[in-house]
Every structure is written in C-alpha cells, then in structure tokens.
C-alpha cells in the first residue's frame, strides 16, 4: 500500500493503479479474514481511478470498499467518512447531483455529532451539499450550507484559504440570485479582496471574482466599489478569447460611466475609446455611430471645461471628424438631435 501509494503521489498513476490492482489479485487478500485491508486497497485504488479521471471505475471502487466495511460492521471512523466523501465527490462529478447530495446529507449526519459544526470535515460536506442543492436551481435551500460552510472554514483556517474564498463568493451568488444585491455585494467584496490578496491581479479566480463584484457594484451605482475591480475586469474583457466586441463594448461603457462620474477623465477616456472601437462604423448622420462620436465630443468638452488643454485639443479635433464624416455641422446635429 505505501508504495502504491508514494508512487500514485510522485505521479506515475498508472503505474500505482497496476500495482494495487495486483495487490487484489493475490489469493491473501480473498481471505475472509482480510476483508478490511481490501477495503483499504479499494479505497486506494478509487482514489487512484479518479485522479486518472477514470470515474465509473472509481465509483466501483469505492462501493467495494462500503460494502467491506459495512460487512465487517466497522464504527464510523475516519476512513469510512472519507470513503464516504470520496463517493459523493465521484457521484456529483459524473452528473448524478441528486445521489450526490443525498449521500452528503447522511455524511453531514454523521459529521456534527463527531466532528462538531466549526470543523473542515463539516464545512467541506456542508459545501458540497450548498454546490448540489443550486445545481438543482433550490437556491433558497442552499443558502443557509453555503452560509455554514464559509462560517466553518472562516473559524478554521481563516478568511483568506481558497475554500474560505470560494464558500464567500457562492454565498453571493446565492443572495444574488434570490434578490439580495447589496447582501451579495458585500460577499463578493470579500472574494475579491481576499483573492487579490492572496492570489494576485492575474490569477483567473481573482479576474473572476473582480468580473462577479464590478459588475454587481455597477448595477448599484456604487462608483466607488466598482473603481476597485474595474481594472482587472476591464483588462481581463480585452484580452479573453471567449468575449466579443459586444462584451468589450458593454464592459468599457459600465468603465466610462463610472469613471466619469468619479471624475477619473483618463480612465473615462480610454472605456470611451475602447466603446468606439467596438461600434460597427457609418456615415450615417442619424445612426448610433454618429450619437457615439457626439458623446466623445461631448466628454472632452466636459473635461476642457475643467482647465484640461488635452481634453480640448481632443474635442477640437473630433469635432472637425464629426463633420467630415457625416457632413453636418456638429452645433446643428447637437440642436436638432437634443445635445
């Protein structure tokens, strides 16, 4: 067991699945009276199957491995709990979320009485259950495990573990989705914090966490919250392979409406840039392209008028575009067009 062990851990997984599946092959472990290490080698060789993303094998493995175990009547200790917990984690992982959530409901049973609720036992298996209970679409039902399990892992390894994290933000997604957007602002605040914290600007989750909390902050038109994750956000938007100029375009006007009110003007400047960029053009004097560029003008008027020579170069300059593009004076459209 040690060596397959060690070997499964140095990596060479499927030279460690070979050796545990000769190991059940020898007439020594056939003993009735060997039935619990069996179990132990099952439970091995479960753990093995999964990390080579060998799931049914694995489920197999671990049901063995029950079986033993509840044949040999053995007391709820930790091997059977993790066993336990190895099963549920391969149920959910092949789509069966309702068995999954089953099973962790009666490990969470078994947990609380032992374990007490502030242990990582309890606030692993009370995650799990919040995780399977909103792939259900039952977010209410899941609320109050998320809530548990970021308690739990708050009081055990403190507010910056990755759990710890991760438990924060899907207590947010949760208030989100059930109406409570200051209360997940809050959630989301602290994910992002943390993982910024702990993880760096460019580390996916944090870029993650930053899209969930900029996003809700401008919603709520809190500018200064919003101002806190926007960059990561917006640099993320630039550069993701799976976002569009759609995204690009929703993302960078969010970015110039909050900076503009902020009066953050060379922040303002490049989301409103970056919006015109992403605009199908035309010579259209009545289309959303000549409204965009008369929004631009009307920024760097806006910035002029508070003593900026660049801003008034600028507003000089796509003025004059304005006109050679659409062939209208800009004052006429901006009368004629409510400016």
């Known amino acids: 067991m040690a060596l397959a062990q060690a070997t499964r851990e140095s990596g060479r997984r499927e030279e460690a699945l070979a050796i545990l599946l000769e190991m059940l092959d020898t007439e020594a472990l056939r003993l009735e009276s060997n039935r619990p290490t069996r179990a132990v080698v099952l439970e091995s060789l479960g753990v093995t199957y999964e990390s080579l ?29 993790g066993t336990l917990r190895n099963r549920a984690h391969v149920l959910y992982r092949l789509g069966h979320v309702e068995e999954a959530l089953r099973q962790n409901l009666e490990l969470l049973a078994l947990l609380e009485p032992l374990s ?39 009081a055990s390894v403190g507010p910056l573990h990755v759990r710890t994290l991760r438990a924060v933000v899907t207590v947010g997604d949760l208030l989100e ?14 994910g992002f914090e943390g993982r910024l914290r702990t993880l760096g600007a460019d580390d996916p ?56 009110r902020l009066d953050r003007d060379e922040d303002a400047e490049r989301c409103i840039l970056a919006c015109l960029r992403e605009r199908e053009v035309d ?57």
């Open 53 to 81: 993303d060998r799931l049914e094998p694995a489920l197999e493995a671990f049901e063995g491995a029950l079986a033993l175990q509840e044949v040999d009547d053995v007391n709820v200790d930790a091997s059977r709990i």
């Open 116 to 154: 007490g609720p502030g242990s990582t036992d309890v606030a692993l298996t009370n995650f799990s259950i919040a995780r399977a209970l909103q792939d259900l679409d039952r977010d209410a039902d899941a609320l109050p495990y998320a809530r548990a399990a970021y308690e739990g892992w708050l």
């Open 177 to 190: 989705d059930l109406g409570d957007p200051v209360g997940a602002l809050e959630h989301f605040t602290l």
């Open 205 to 260: 989750e944090t870029v993650d966490a930053a899209f969930r909390h900029a996003r809700l902050a401008c919603a709520l038109g809190d500018d200064e919250q919003a101002a806190r994750s926007l960059p990561i956000a917006l640099g993320a938007v630039a550069v993701h392979p799976g976002l569009g100029a759609y995204d690009r375009l929703v993302w960078n006007a969010r970015g110039f409406q909050v900076y503009a």
């Open 283 to 339: 010579d259209d004097p009545d289309g959303d392209f000549a409204t965009h560029v008369a929004d631009v003008v009307g920024f760097y008027e806006g910035w002029a008028s508070r003593g900026s020579e660049h801003a008034a170069q600028e507003a000089r300059s796509w003025r004059e575009e304005f006109e050679r593009r659409f062939g209208v004076a800009f004052d006429a459209w901006a009368d004629t067009h409510g400016r």
